[in-house]
């Protein structure tokens, strides 16, 4: 498996809190993505980067903003999480355009 | 715009039947297609990509895929199903920005398979 790791793997939070996902690769990959997963939705793409400080969005990116300071590390934050923000939150890489993407096994976020 | 559809939602098949996961795209540039599987509580997993060369794509577990641009299809298949196959498998198109790419994916078909 490509060496990436998603924290926490699950939280719980409350309505209104702010919340941050990490994602952190090893392979030294250019692109780095956030995507959500919800039944019937197949993944939907939230926020995208190109390299360092460079990102840009995705198509469901209201309610979200990323940060990208390292190569290795690219964090999703939700600063005011609602209850449609409930989901699984995949990251994954790739080292070129047109390339395919290696996931993270994930975080499965529960807001109440 | 690309996008993908993924015909059927749920697929059920028999222990060593034929398996045949349906893909349409839509895209105004020769696309670069996708199929990736996700078992349960895991990330998705790349089975095959199509990337121009050859029209039969071979991935891995036995699955293959035909790129038929008269049809915009790109169905997945397989001659024999596992029970270790019993998934969910979604189709994915390249979308080219300026920025780079990034891949759009289809809804899923979450196959079974019965002994």
């Known amino acids: 498996d490509a060496g990436i790791t998603q924290s926490p793997r699950h939280k719980v939070t409350e309505t209104g809190t702010p919340v941050t996902l990490r994602c952190h690769q090893t392979e030294n990959h250019r692109y780095m993505y956030w995507y959500r997963q919800d039944p019937g939705h197949g993944l939907r793409l939230i926020h995208y980067?190109?390299?360092?400080?460079?990102?840009d969005k995705g198509e469901v990116s209201d309610g979200y903003s990323v940060s990208r300071s390292k190569t290795e590390d690219f964090l999703l934050t939700l600063e005011s999480a609602t209850s449609s923000q409930t989901s699984v939150y995949f990251c994954?890489?790739?080292?070129?355009?047109?390339?395919?993407?290696?996931f993270g096994n994930g975080t499965r976020l529960t807001v109440t | 715009a690309q996008s993908v559809t993924q015909l059927g939602s749920h697929v059920s098949v028999s222990e060593g039947a034929l398996v045949l996961l349906r893909c349409n795209y839509s895209?105004?540039?020769?696309?670069?297609l996708f199929w990736y599987v996700q078992y349960p509580n895991q990330g998705l997993q790349l089975l095959l990509k199509?990337?121009?060369?050859?029209?039969l794509v071979k991935g891995i577990n036995d699955f293959e895929a035909e790129f038929k641009k008269s049809e915009t299809s790109f169905h997945l298949t397989k001659p024999s199903a596992h029970m270790s196959d019993a998934a969910e498998y979604f189709c994915a198109v390249s979308v080219w920005e300026t920025s780079g790419s990034r891949l759009t994916f289809g809804e899923g078909t979450q196959l079974t398979v019965n002994p």
């Open positions: 199509y990337t121009s060369a050859a029209t």
């Open positions: 994954a890489i790739s080292d070129r355009a047109n390339s395919p993407l290696h």
């Open positions: 980067s190109y390299g360092v400080k460079d990102t």
């Open positions: 895209s105004s540039v020769p696309p670069y």
